[in-house]
């Protein structure tokens, strides 16, 4: 493993811990609501949906993204890591510099090819 791919896995793994840790802080906000209108109003319980369909969507982003982080774990661990899944050819360097856990070429992510 060469010293920048090095540098990107410490990268991605640092972002897979924080997101895992995210994850389990918000626990608490993707409960279900209580919804008992003697305890709180209908605004509140309202707000409290509202809130709960946030996180609960936050959440789902999170999975996806701890997705791609291991894919691209898995893909640097089988010297595939840089090389787009639709065409096979290299992944513009600044492309993956934005985004190390992207899989594929812009050609291909637009659907251009």
Known sequence: MTDKNS???DRLIARQVELQILAQNSADSRRPVE???TSVGRLSRMDALQGQAMALET???RKNELVKIESALVRMEEDEYGYCLGCGEEIAPKRLE???AIAMCIDCAGGRS
């Open 35 to 37: 919804l008992d209108q």
């Open 98 to 100: 934005l985004d190390p």
């Open 59 to 61: 959440e789902q982003r």
């Open 7 to 9: 540098k990107t896995r």
